[in-house]
């Protein structure tokens, strides 16, 4: 039998093992504290110690959690060595800040020394004016693969892929191959295989580098590539590009032009962060806070982002209280009834939710198709109809002890209805967006809480003034 000493060893070594995982990246509260104290004490020697070893994202982590002044401070302090690296992976709002401080020298030069996909997602959102001013600071190489990459549609691969790769003909052994990884000095700073092209720069073939150093050299590339090239257009869009790496684990996939031609590569990090980005703009949508969140924001962007939706609400909340107003003499003479409505559009909207998600999840990763659509939605509202009846039989056995029996069988009967439109309209409201090319994550939930609540009230204060008056 364990003693109370050992128990407490245990604990102790697990709450150690836990300190030290969450340690594993990032910045801590203590680091962001100390570096805050020697930048509020313009201690500088001592703040460039605390942050010389952090890695460019953990820079970027510290930057967004110090307040306005220190973070000014801290780039100061870093001007003339600042790292390229920390601007990609700041949020919106403080890299707008930080590259408006280090101003456009500084900037030109980040950007002729990011990877080409790095570069266009510090321009692309920049003013013409802005843009163009840097564009023409930068080397001629440089501008030109930016420009190229800003003419490709916004979120598509063009503006994905980075114009780094390694391509390398058929024909080429295995040991040319790496006598010329070798001796080039500027290849990609990452890869993870050769792309093999015929004589119009197309691609043709894949050679991962692990296969590639397992061969002798004077094996032929393409005896060993992989002949089937998952090509993505330049003019693809990001999500569909995400999809593709999910659906064949890609670790990086050829990008070409309108003609074949290979023009890029993207890789899979690249696509994380779209997973990422995709991920938070829909669950921002859904609860209308705009497509992006940002912590940093200042108070009037984010009133502005807020303040559109909250009015569609009101505008649904209304009709439903025209509903409510239309049996305001029933509820006088019933009591009851005020007391138990909230129970009917907190299930049905809570019922419709779980149906929304699992919708505008299936539709944006193209789960739900019109083959298939039938099939789901009589799945939905077969679940609504289980649901109803069990809770309907619960709750409206619970009503009749309390208040009378044709309460509890009103409520019961309020309640199917309502769970069984839930299943319906948490399906058929994100379909019609869908089809009409609106975004169902924007509005389909505004849309479906007025569904449920006009139909639950009306169902449930209909039936009481039919039977019980």
Known sequence: MRDDDDIQGRDGETA????????LYGVSDELVRRVADALDE???PTARMLVAELHAADIADLLERLSGEERRALVELQRDGFDPEILPHLGGN????VIAQLGPRALAEALSELDSDDAIYLIEDLDDDIQAALLAAVPPATRRALEESLAYPEYSAGRLMQRDLIAMPA??????????LRETPDLPEEFYEIFVVDPRHKPIGSVPLARMLRHPRKVLLRDIMDRDVDAIAAATDQEEVARLFRHYSLASAPVVDDQGRLIGVITFDDVVDVIQEEAEEDMALMAGVGSEVDVNAGLVSVVRQRIAWLGVNLGTALMVSSVISLFEATIEQIVALAVLMPIVASMGGNAGTQTLTVAVRALALKELTPSNAMRILTREVGVGTINGLVFGIAVGAVAAVIFD??????LFCALLANLVTAGLAG???PLALDRLKVDPAVSAGVFLTAVTDVVGFFAFLGLAQLVLL
């Open 16 to 23: 150690t093992a836990a300190g030290e995982a969450e340690a």
């Open 42 to 44: 313009g201690d500088a």
């Open 94 to 97: 403080v890299r707008d800040q």
């Open 171 to 180: 024909f080429w052994t295995v040991g040319r191959a790496i006598d010329f």
């Open 405 to 410: 029996p044709f309460i509890g069988g009103v």
């Open 427 to 429: 399906m058929l409201i």
